[in-house]
């Protein structure tokens, strides 16, 4: 059983117990056999080990960002379900009720989600729809894992969101860029992290969003 601790070794500061990682396996090999019908994730991933790191760990570590006293947590661009299914396996570990709700247009996508939910038994709420359209919706954290640019999602979360706690975006190696540029036109209270799988990634947990006029 020390393999799987091995695995996630980057997840060691987590404290994740065995029983999530164990869900993780079994989510990537849902993954995988997904990936044979419908494009989820890039073949070269699919069959690699750094499937691990590059989509569960990648994930999983925004956890300490969650609003865990939330009654609903948004993923808004679910697509495979990173990080919207990997948060919900976590959830469901730490004995709590809050229920996932996962964005997505696709249909085919939609349905991969809701298999892999019934299989891991997992609180979510598949939404097949176009999340700029949804109107007037409550979240406790929201989370965009690569989706659209980061001032894009702040517009959607003032106009499509009534109320939320926080919004946990992921940052690619023009990062420093996007978020000086993005601060120009936007004001919001943010706490960056460093990525753990990704040299020059970092993660923000952004609030208190307002557009500059």
């Known amino acids: 059983m020390e393999e799987i601790f091995k695995k ?28 044979d019908k419908i494009n989820i994730i890039s073949k070269e991933t699919a069959k690699n080990e750094v499937i691990r790191d590059r989509h569960i760990v990648d994930s999983a570590q925004i956890i300490e960002f969650v609003d865990l006293n939330s009654n609903i947590i948004t993923d808004i661009g679910s697509g495979g379900g990173m990080p919207g299914i990997i948060i919900s396996i976590m959830i469901k570990n730490k004995k709590n009720s809050a229920k996932l709700h996962l964005y997505e ?20 709420e598949v939404i097949q729809e176009n999340i700029f359209e949804a109107q007037n919706l409550d979240s406790g954290t929201i989370m965009a894992r690569a ?67």
């Not at 004001?187 to 609030?207: C, G, R």
């Open 8 to 35: 996630y070794s980057l997840l060691k500061d987590q404290n994740v117990p065995r029983e999530t990682l164990i869900e993780f396996e079994l989510f990537i090999s849902m993954l995988q056999q997904g990936n």
């Open 105 to 124: 247009k696709s249909h085919h996508k939609c349905s991969f989600l809701r298999k892999v939910s019934r299989n891991l038994k997992l609180n979510t």
């Open 147 to 213: 989706f659209k640019p980061l001032p894009i999602i702040l517009e959607l979360v003032c106009k499509n969101f009534s109320s939320y706690k926080n919004l946990i975006v992921f940052m690619g190696k023009n990062g420093e860029k996007v978020l000086e540029e993005t601060l120009i036109n936007w004001n919001f209270d943010f706490e960056k992290k460093k990525s753990i799988t990704s040299e020059d990634s970092f993660l923000l947990n952004i609030k208190n969003i307002k557009k500059k006029h």
